[in-house]
Every structure is written in C-alpha cells, then in structure tokens.
C-alpha cells in the first residue's frame, strides 16, 4: 500500500503539467469569438488557472510590448480570477478617456472604497457620493483651494529637514528612501490632516496597509486570502477612528478642503464613523502611496547623475535671488504654477521621473454594448471592423507602454533618465502619469508642489554621499501609480553650507 501510494504521489507532478499544458493547447485552438459579427478582444493564453497572467505582467514593460505585437493594441487576459480589457496604445486609451458616459469609472472608485478602505457598501453606493462628495472633493483639490495646505506642507517641512540633517551623526550612513519617506509622509499628513494626525504612530502600519492595498483589490481572492491583508486595513481604520474622536473643532478648521467636503456629505447623512474614517483613510493612502516614492525616485536619479546637481544648485539660487525676500523659505512657498516655470530644470527632472517611475492603471465598466473603431485597433485581429465590447466588460487602460517602450515616440532611449528631456519643449512623446479623463488624479497639483519642494529644499540644504545603490523598481506591484523602490539607496548625508 504504502508503494502505490508513493507512485501516485510521484505521478501527481507529472499529471499536473499534462493537464497544464492542455489547457494551453485547447485555449490555443479555441476560435475567435464574435459579436453581432465583430471579433471580440483577444484572449492571451495562460498556464495556471485563477492566477491567469498575473506573473507573467511581473515582467513589466517586456509583458506588454511583446503581448500588443502578439496580439495588437487591444487583447484580454485572465488575472487572478477576473477577465478584463487591457487597452496599451494611445488613441485606444484616449477613445475611452473622451467616451466617459460609455466607458464609466466612477463605480470602480465607489466598490475600492468599499473593499480597499473598508466603508459599507451601501453607503459607497449611496446617492449623496455621485451627488455630493465626488464633486466637492473634486473642487476642494483644485489649486485655488488647496493653498493653505500646502502652506503647511512647507511650513512643516521648512522646519523638519533643517532639524533631520542637523540630527544625523557625521559619518552616519541611511537608507534615502526610509529618510525621505519619513518626512514626506509626516509633513504632508500633517499638513492634510491638521498637526493632530499620530504621523509617527500611523506610518508604519500605513506602510502594511499600502502593501495588503493589492490583495484587498483583488475581487475573486478567497476570503481567507485575504484575512492578513483586512487586518492591516483593521489596524490602522482603528488609529484613523481613534484620531477623529480626539479633533476638536479648532483642529477641524486646518484640516484640508478635501477632508472637510467628506466629512461634511458623512455627517450630513448620517453615517457612521467608521465610513467616515474609510474616506479619511482612502484619502491618506492616496496621499502617501505615490508622491513620496516619486521624490525618492526623483532624487535617487539626480544623485545617479551627479554632474547635473552644480546646475539645478544654480538654477534655485537664481530663483532665490529673485524673491522677495531672497530666502529658500520664499521660494517653498510657492504656489506649484510658479515653481514649475522658475524652476524649470528641477522640473524637468520631475517630469522625467514621472514618465520613466509611472505603472498606472486606469479602470473602466463598459455601460452598453459598443465597437472599438477599426482604425485604432491596428495590428490586430480589429485592424478591419473594429472590436466587440459588451455591457458590464471591465476595461483597462495601460499607459505605460507609450512613454517607455523603445518604439514609441520618445525614442530608442525612452528606457532611460534624461533630465534634459522635458527642457525646452524637447519632449516629444505621450504620456499620463496621473491617469487621464474623469480618473485623471485629483491630487496633481499638490503633488507637483509636495514633491518639487522637497527636492528642491533637499538638494539646497544637504551634500549627500551614496555609499552603495541597489534600488530597483519593485515588478511584483503594478497599476497603482508611482512603482515603488526595491532594494536600498544607501547615503552619508551632512548638512550643505548655503
């Protein structure tokens, strides 16, 4: 007995990969599907069942540049239980982005803030959310109403660095990204969230709950998948519910605009304060998610291309001594429409790294039955009368390819960091870092200036010395936003006499 259970146990392994491997063949010989007559998208092969392609799109931008040669521009493929749409060229991704009334986004952003963030389902669904608090969240991000915000920002930070630098021992060695996360992600909270917000306690579990975001994302994950990941969320919805208790109304005055259309539509309503706490989280991972690693990334590549800092030194000093008063204080405070024209070089580093550092995903529900014109499907199996979409297909727009891809119109060199790119209205490529359409970030403008400013108050006030670099992007995350580092970035940073 024991022997025969030993050889079916050896054959297992072997009955596992036939199976596999037929799969593949029938997925392989499968016909075309049609609808009304037009082909439907493509669907790419896989191996493992439920996983679908998911590993395969770890490959990053090699998956999709030799996927859209296989199949064209517009294909599906299974990932982790779900089939969905994924769209890779341009005019393919601005065809949805201006058909918004067929191509709908906003039930994507209610069920994530249900699922993702943790509020009830009914009330994500509620009719005050379309009505009221998408609209008013969305005016109170615009650059009029976010100033004193970022007032804050600077004010907080304008202090912190200072007193970071002056902290560290003489041959003290750091990680750049631990450094810089830490103080992004305290004055930024702080400056959202009044000078209330437990940034110190809340930024490690942040840090969790960032890394658990990808599995509560994933629909179709059994359940008890996904219990590491809900307690993550249950730890720091308790800090963020525990915090709201304590604010008084003077701190409610400083919170950002933003926050308060939230609350408000919340308390109008009535809901209960555990929703109003996953608003508030969905708000701070939309705020410490992205901008910190587009700093890190920024600065890590300007530190990469040393013999370019005399020149953005220079560039700030310029800038300074044009102010009134001529202090790096005047120049911080900026409102982000002027930093970005005075600083023109710093901002082309920016830009840069958001074309090279971006992996966003923009996700659509298809409302009615549709055809993709033949004219933008070239290349594949659409090239004559176009794609079938059907009511409820999930759609996914994949910019990436656009801005990175060699063949491109960025050019052979598109893979690489050019900080002169974006100089002189040289750049001559496409490119959506913040999404685009009715998903285009909200949160833009006082990212652009949350991020300039630092790297512009970093490289002013330290001398940095890298000590040993192995920072990679990390390919296992992919489609929310700035690609996080992976690896370290190791430094010796000292205090820069200006």
Known sequence: MFSALTSSLLLFPSITAFLLILRRIVQSLRPSESHHGVPRPPVIPDWVPFLGSALSMTRGDSFWRDT???????????????????VTTT?????????????????????????????????????????????????????????????RYADLLELMLPARLEALGPDEEVDLADFAFDLIYTASSKAFFSSSFPSAATKAPFVAFDQAFPLLNLGKLPSFAKKPAEKARETMLSLVEEWWDSVTSEERETLAPALMAMVEVAEA??????????????????????????????????????????????EIDTAISRLDPPHLSTLLHLPQSQLVLILAELNACFQETLRLYTDSFSLRVVQKDCVLPPGLCAGGIGAERGLALKHDDQVVCVSRPNAVSPESEWGVDAPKWDHTRFLDGRAKGVMNPFGGGVSMCEGRHFASAEILTFIASFITLADVTVTNDTLTPDAQRIGLGMLQPKGTFKVRIASRSI
């Open 68 to 86: 859209a040669a296989q199949y064209g521009p517009v294909f599906r493929a299974r990932v982790m239980g779900e089939t969905r749409i994924f």
């Open 91 to 151: 005019p393919v991704i601005n065809y949805v982005y201006k058909n918004s009334s067929n191509f709908d986004f906003f039930f994507f952003r209610k069920f994530i803030t249900a699922t993702v963030f943790g509020m009830s389902m009914d009330n994500s669904f509620h009719p005050a959310v379309d009505a009221q608090l998408f609209p008013g969240h969305h005016r109170a991000m615009q650059p009029g109403a976010i100033a004193g915000t970022i007032t």
């Open 269 to 314: 309503e009535a809901w209960p304060k555990r929703d109003v706490a996953a608003l508030l989280l969905g708000d701070l991972w939309a705020l410490e998610a992205n901008a910190p690693n587009g700093a890190i990334w920024a600065i890590a590549e300007i530190l990469r291309h040393p013999h370019i800092l005399p020149s953005l030194r220079s």
